[in-house]
């Protein structure tokens, strides 16, 4: 069965520079969701986009911004970056209202030196 | 502001005990409660509850949900060191999904 996709992987960028992660939704998903996990924290909601609207707005860095697609895949820029910024940032997708389910990516881990 | 706290913070047992995780949750909207496993990857999804006293199974894992005590407890019983992970409850509203801090759970053989 199809999975999130998350690209890349593993990023290691300098202080200061840019990012952009990109998520890739299940099929017919229609939710997208990123999360920041840093080193021994639990999962920081960022943003959400509903049909490619934003839906809800975290704890998100005025540095980071985030967008979904007419194809429904989903890119988060980071701008500036910190050291802080170093974290492991998943994307989760869920279907169609009434569902619930979150199903979660892989993950990108941002490593900034 | 929506909260999920979770207790206890670490938990360390032997192999075969069994283990009950608490989740408490203050969500607006809320629409589901749900468990995920994690280990040195994405969390991995256990279970999701949206009505009271309805026991979810897995194996040796089960799950309950009491929307009068706005709670949740995870439970597993027999416990292998295969389920040594840290384990995280969200509370999903309308749109967003909140977690707590997560259990670390460790069995030792």
Redesign the interface.
């Known amino acids: 069965a199809a999975g999130v996709i998350q690209s890349p992987r593993h990023l290691i960028k300098e202080k200061r520079e840019t990012a952009t992660l990109k998520c890739y939704p299940i099929p017919r998903h229609d939710t997208v969701y990123w999360y920041q996990q840093g080193p021994g924290q639990d999962p920081q909601f960022l943003i959400s986009f509903y049909e490619k609207m934003q839906s809800d707005k975290g704890s998100i860095p005025d540095r980071f911004s985030a967008q979904q697609f007419s194809d429904y895949h989903s890119e988060l820029n980071m701008s500036s970056l910190e050291l802080g910024d170093s974290a492991l940032y998943f994307c989760a997708s869920t279907p169609p209202a009434p569902a619930d389910t979150q199903y979660f990516g892989p993950g990108t881990r941002l490593t900034v030196l | 502001e929506d909260k999920v706290v979770q207790s206890p913070l670490s938990l360390v047992v032997h192999e075969g005990d069994t283990v009950t995780l608490n989740c408490s949750y203050e969500v607006t909207n809320f629409?589901?409660l749900?468990w995920?496993k994690q280990e040195k990857?994405?969390?991995t999804?256990l279970f999701?509850l949206?009505s009271s006293g309805i026991e979810k199974k897995s194996g040796r894992l089960s799950s309950i949900l009491d929307k009068k005590e706005l709670s949740s407890i995870l439970n597993i019983t027999a416990t292998q060191t295969g389920d040594s992970a840290i384990y995280?409850c969200?509370g999903?509203g309308a749109?967003?999904?909140?977690?707590?801090?997560?259990t670390r759970l460790t069995i030792n053989p």
Not at chain 2, 95 to 102: A, R, Y
């Open positions: 629409r589901s749900l995920y990857k994405a969390p999804f999701m949206t995280l969200g999903r749109q967003k999904l909140v977690f707590g801090q997560g």
